[in-house]
């Protein structure tokens, strides 16, 4: 199967929810790229998250981000990005991805996020299931405004997660599937 894609999508949801993985999926059966915008901005100022959020703060990296978004929503080119979990937290940022694609909110919480990441070295708000639990219901408004389309992901593989948002992107006519 092939799939020919229309318009650039951004997946947004909270860690653990299944954005990189489906991204990455989807790529290589639409044949386009998939951007994650977290190695974006390490390709870009040549450093780790961890160590960006140490030298500028989390405002620091939050324009960054939205540096990152500006410079990957100027293609022409339709292709599928993979949004870091706080992407939502600054409004110029949803309205960067309303104004030049379709976002889908890949709906996973905190305590479903924890259960899927295996290394939790590498994330770090893990650490504190309940802590992590309270930052997404402060997030959710924001994940439900930016949303065009949400798939909940919650106790799902990723193969199956996939396999709903193919489904959910043809029937919206954001994907032609080309039968091979």
């Not at 870091?84 to 890949?106: A, P």
């Amino acid at each position: 199967m092939k799939i020919k894609l229309h318009k650039t999508i951004y997946f947004i949801g909270f860690m653990g929810a299944g954005k990189t993985t489906v991204c990455r999926k989807l790529a290589k059966v639409c044949g386009c790229e998939c951007v994650d915008v977290d190695f974006y901005i390490e390709r870009f100022h040549g450093k780790k998250i961890s160590e960006i959020f140490d030298e500028v703060g989390e405002s620091g990296f939050r324009e960054y981000e939205t540096e990152a978004l500006l410079n990957i929503s100027k293609s022409n080119t339709p292709r599928l990005v993979s949004c870091g979990g706080g992407i939502i937290v600054t409004d110029e940022n949803i309205r960067i991805m309303k104004n030049s694609g379709i976002v889908i909110h890949l709906y996973s919480d905190a305590k479903n996020g924890a259960r899927r990441i295996s290394n939790k070295k590498t994330r770090p708000l893990f650490k504190d299931v309940k802590k992590a639990q309270k930052l997404f219901f402060q997030r959710l408004p924001k994940y439900e405004e930016a949303a065009d389309y949400t798939i909940d992901t919650t106790r799902k593989t990723s193969g199956r997660v996939y396999h709903e948002v193919i489904d959910m992107m043809s029937e919206e006519g954001l994907i032609d599937i080309i039968e091979s």
